[in-house]
């Protein structure tokens, strides 16, 4: 269920913004993104997990917080991040 090393390298290497970039607001909301994505997909099967229902929460809020720093900060970035990662319409 976890994201293995090599599709997290593939996400941070798709998404920095420089060489060493591994922080970025950008890279930390498209990793976040592909752990609710893996998350939203073990709900399908297990409906009464609760426990995980409030790290998948925990993880919302937090992108959500990220995108707002980061519209704030940097439009155009925003605006070609929600776009590549599907998040609105």
Do not use: C, P, W
């Not at 390298?9 to 607001?25: L, P």
């Not at 709900?43 to 229902?53: E, N, Q, T």
Request: proline share 0%; net charge positive; glycine share 4%.
């Amino acid at each position: 269920m976890a994201m293995t090393k090599e599709r997290k390298a593939e996400i941070i290497k798709k998404y920095q913004t420089s060489k060493n970039d591994v922080g970025s607001a950008q890279v930390q909301i498209a990793l976040l993104t592909e752990e609710i994505n893996t998350l939203t997909e073990h709900f399908k099967v297990h409906i009464h997990d609760f426990h995980s229902k409030r790290g998948l929460d925990r993880m919302v809020g937090r992108r959500k917080k990220l995108l707002s720093y980061l519209k704030d900060t940097d439009v155009v970035a925003y605006r070609e991040l929600i776009k590549s990662l599907g998040l609105r319409k």
